[in-house]
């Protein structure tokens, strides 16, 4: 089984409180008089999103294509085996774009200051595997000089969304296999064999790009978005 869903998300105000603390997935208006300004990608937008779940059973054993006439021996170590597997592939996730001084706070009780753009270009063009954890060498978002954003200064209205398509983690990509053994000891006893394989390829696609445009890390990697590959075995008796 397989789904492949594209879709846009748009918002405004989104996790509105009366009186926010501030957080930074909060939103609120930067202009009172002009709400409709704060329109916005939504914080869940996730324009790609593809899922596969997979079951095959393979065709050794008794009933199946080939070794129908095993005997139970052979039967038991050939048969009744499934192989399955998963796979997800997703755009990343945005990240939330505001001054990292909120002077509006303190002037006006605005409790987030939209950032300015500056017209760069807000990704750096290096790929997912091209980057290296905190190193400075290696930026997911252009910095510096190139910066995209910066910091909209005090009694100002900045002009940059809260969230741009463009401005968002790195893409994700996870598979996982799995093969399982079914012996049946008697009609009412079940052995069941399993193998399970978390992250087969071994992938280490860097995430948690750092998103504060003020800071001298602006656009580094600083993790990994999956665990190192795993394979676990598992035994279970049904009676």
């Given at each position: 089984?397989?789904?492949?869903?594209?879709?846009?998300?748009?918002?405004?105000?989104?996790y509105m409180e009366i009186?926010?603390?501030?957080?930074?997935?909060?939103?609120?208006?930067?202009?009172?008089?002009?709400?409709?300004?704060?329109?916005?990608?939504?914080?869940?937008?996730?324009?790609?999103?593809?899922?596969?779940?997979?079951?095959?059973?393979l065709p050794f054993g008794?009933?199946?294509?080939?070794?129908?006439?095993?005997?139970?021996?052979?039967?038991?170590?050939?048969?009744?085996?499934?192989?399955?597997?998963?796979?997800?592939?997703?755009?990343?996730?945005?990240?939330?774009?505001?001054?990292?001084?909120?002077?509006?706070?303190?002037?006006?009780?605005?409790?987030?200051?939209?950032?300015?753009?500056?017209?760069?270009?807000?990704?750096?063009?290096?790929?997912?595997?091209d980057l290296l954890p905190?190193?400075?060498?290696?930026?997911?978002?252009?910095?510096?000089?190139?910066?995209?954003?910066?910091?909209?200064?005090?009694?100002?209205?900045?002009?940059?969304?809260?969230?741009?398509?463009?401005?968002?983690?790195?893409?994700?990509?996870?598979?996982?296999?799995?093969?399982?053994?079914?012996?049946?000891?008697?009609?009412?006893?079940?052995?069941?064999?399993?193998?399970?394989?978390?992250?087969?390829?071994?992938?280490?696609?860097?995430?948690?790009?750092?998103?504060?445009?003020?800071?001298?890390?602006?656009?580094?990697?600083?993790?990994?978005?999956?665990?190192?590959?795993?394979?676990?075995?598992?035994?279970?008796?049904?009676?």
């Amino acid at each position: 089984m397989g789904s492949y869903v594209y879709s846009k998300m748009l918002d405004r105000l989104s996790y509105m409180e009366i009186w926010t603390s501030g957080s930074t997935t909060t939103q609120g208006a930067q202009d009172y008089y002009n709400p409709y300004n704060d329109k916005s990608y939504g914080f869940f937008d996730i324009p790609n999103f593809i899922n596969v779940v997979s079951s095959y059973q393979l065709p050794f054993g008794r009933g199946k294509k080939f070794m129908q006439n095993a005997n139970p021996v052979v039967n038991h170590l050939a048969g009744n085996w499934t192989f399955a597997w998963t796979q997800q592939y997703r755009s990343g996730t945005l990240s939330q774009i505001t001054n990292s001084t909120d002077y509006l706070n303190a002037e006006t009780g605005v409790n987030l200051q939209k950032a300015t753009p500056t017209g760069n270009a807000i990704r750096s063009g290096l790929g997912s595997r091209d980057l290296l954890p905190n190193n400075p060498n290696t930026r997911w978002f252009n910095s510096g000089s190139s910066n995209p954003f910066a910091t909209t200064p005090a009694f100002t209205l900045g002009a940059a969304s809260y969230y741009n398509s463009q401005f968002r983690q790195p893409w994700f990509r996870n598979e996982n296999i799995s093969l399982n053994k079914q012996i049946h000891i008697r009609e009412s006893i079940l052995l069941n064999y399993q193998v399970n394989v978390y992250n087969p390829f071994n992938r280490s696609d860097m995430g948690g790009i750092n998103a504060s445009f003020a800071s001298a890390a602006f656009g580094e990697a600083t993790a990994v978005q999956d665990g190192a590959r795993a394979i676990t075995m598992g035994l279970r008796l049904e009676f």
